[in-house]
C-alpha cells in the first residue's frame, strides 16, 4: 500500500459519511473518529466530538468508513 492509498479513499467519499483516520503526529500516530465534513485538494476535515480535525492528506496512513455511532445509554440512577 502506497500513502497516497488512504487519501485517495477520503477524496472518494462524500461529506458526511462517519469515518476513522489514522495520520502522522509529531512523535507518533493518531486517530480521528467522527463524521467526514469536508474534503479539500490538500485536506480533510474530520468532525469528531472534541471538534473538528484538519488532517492534510500527506499525513494521512490509514482511512476507512465505519458505522453509525451506537446510541448513547442512558444515565444510570442510583435506586434509593
Do not use: F, N, W
Amino acid at each position: 500500500m502506497t500513502s497516497s492509498e488512504p487519501a485517495a479513499v477520503l477524496r472518494g467519499l462524500q461529506p458526511g459519511v462517519r469515518v476513522v483516520v489514522r495520520y502522522r503526529i509529531e512523535g507518533g500516530l493518531t486517530d480521528a473518529l467522527g463524521t467526514l465534513s469536508s474534503i479539500g485538494a490538500g485536506e480533510c476535515t474530520v468532525s469528531t466530538r472534541r471538534g473538528d480535525v484538519v488532517i492534510p492528506y500527506p499525513l494521512v496512513t490509514a482511512a476507512k468508513t465505519v458505522p453509525p455511532a451506537p446510541p448513547r445509554r442512558a444515565a444510570r440512577t442510583r435506586p434509593l
